[in-house]
Each structure stands twice: as structure tokens, then as C-alpha cells.
């Protein structure tokens, strides 16, 4: 008898190994909204550690998505402060990047119970997958948080306080394969946020409402639109505290 397979036979397992296999496919790539973090630096000088939950902008389209991230961070006389952290998305694309935020504290401008600062982020992101894809997302945001101390207890081992801003993102999606698919967008907006603080550890929780312009992406036009993005997070630090009035 014949061991030979019958083209059906081979048909059947060639199907099989490709299912095995998976087929490559392109993944759109997210672009975080990080976390400001108010109008003071977590820590008036030290390190710390980060974690934090919320949605993304996710490809030309802009669609939502949800990103975690995890990071670095350190403040430098109760002024400078900079936080390095990898994101990804949750689903099962698990698509991520890197971002950088770092945040310059002007003062407390409105009585010693305000803190200002300049808050900018840049994160960015690619991905490569033979003549399939060859994207690179680079994405910049600055934002003027205004942060003022609602209640403290005397020793200030517990804080808290609420936060206002102006946002502006400037985005960058470069498609190397198809440059008609490149998008070049700005996104602005307003912030608002709480900030509790028990000793070392900090619970933020931001709402951003940011303006999508217009696009056109693979002949389908969308926006302009408004989008909610809401993130949590979750700051350890070591070190002394922000020194409110100062």
C-alpha cells in the first residue's frame, strides 16, 4: 500500500500547518496618554516606582485602547522630575513602547497651598513584520497641570488634592510601506485629576477630554470627535514628600 498522500491529504495538512503556524498580520500601534501627575513632583527628591491603567489612542484610526505601563521615576529638589516607563496594550496583541515624562514645578503661584508645573511627555513605538508592516509611532504632549492642596493632616503624612490642566499632543504615525497612510495629527484638550497621598504611597485618577481633528484613513474619513480618556495610577516613592508653600 502507498504512504503517499492524495492531493486532498496534502491540501488538508498543508491548511493545518499554516493554523499552527498563524498567519502574520499587521497590528495597529497605541499611543499612550501618560498620566501628568499633577502640579508637584511626587517626591521632593529620591526615587520611586510607577504603575498605571488607562486608554490610549490606537492607530491612524485613533481608536481606544487600553495600556498599562510601569516605570522609573526621580525628582531633583522638589523642582525636576522624570519618570522612565515601557507600556503595552492588555489585549492579546500586547502592543507597546516606551515613554518618557518629565515635569519642571514653577511654583506655588496661587498661595502655598498651589503648586504649577510644565508637564511634557514623548513616547514612541514601532513594529516591523516583513513586507507586511513597517510603522513607527513617535507622539509628544505638553500640559500645565495646577494642582492645590484640599486637605492635609498636620504632619502631612496624609495629602490630598485635585488637579487642572491645558493638553496639547502632537502625534506622528510614519507608514514606510505606504506613505499615503502616514498621519500627521494634534490633539488638544483639557484635564482634570485628584491626588491622594498616605506617606509614601500616591493614588492618581485623571480624566482627559481631548479634540481628534479630522483624518482619512484607507479611503474611510473620520472625525473630528471628542474622546474621554480616563487613567489611574499608582507612585511609590523614596524620599521626602513634595513640600507644599515652597
Known sequence: MSSALCPTGRMALFALSLGACGF????????????TQGGTTVMAAGAGLTAEFGDGLLGQELFRTE?????????????????????????SNGEGGTFVRGKVRVG????????VAVAVAYATTS????????????????AIP?????????????????????????????DHLNRAESLDATHWGILA?????????????????????????????????WMAVPSIGLAIHLGPPHRWGR
Open 108 to 115: 506655588p503661584l496661587a498661595g502655598p497651598s498651589s503648586s
Open 24 to 35: 502574520p498580520e499587521r497590528i495597529a500601534l497605541p499611543v499612550p496618554v501618560p498620566l
Open 67 to 91: 495600556l498599562v505601563s510601569i516605570g522609573l521615576m526621580g525628582a531633583i529638589g522638589d523642582r525636576v522630575g522624570l519618570t522612565i516607563a515601557t507600556y503595552s496594550e492588555t489585549g
Open 193 to 225: 485629576g485628584i491626588h491622594a497621598r498616605a506617606r509614601h504611597v500616591h493614588l492618581f485618577a485623571e480624566l482627559n477630554l481631548l479634540h481628534l481633528g479630522a483624518r482619512t484613513v484607507r479611503g474611510m474619513p473620520l472625525g473630528p470627535d
Open 127 to 142: 513594529r516591523v513584520s516583513g513586507d507586511l508592516q513597517d510603522e513607527e509611532v513617535r507622539a509628544f504632549d505638553v
Open 146 to 174: 495646577a494642582e492645590f492642596l484640599l486637605s492635609a493632616t498636620a504632619d502631612h503624612t496624609l495629602d490630598f488634592g485635585a488637579y487642572a490642566a491645558p493638553r496639547l499632543i502632537v502625534e506622528r504615525y510614519d
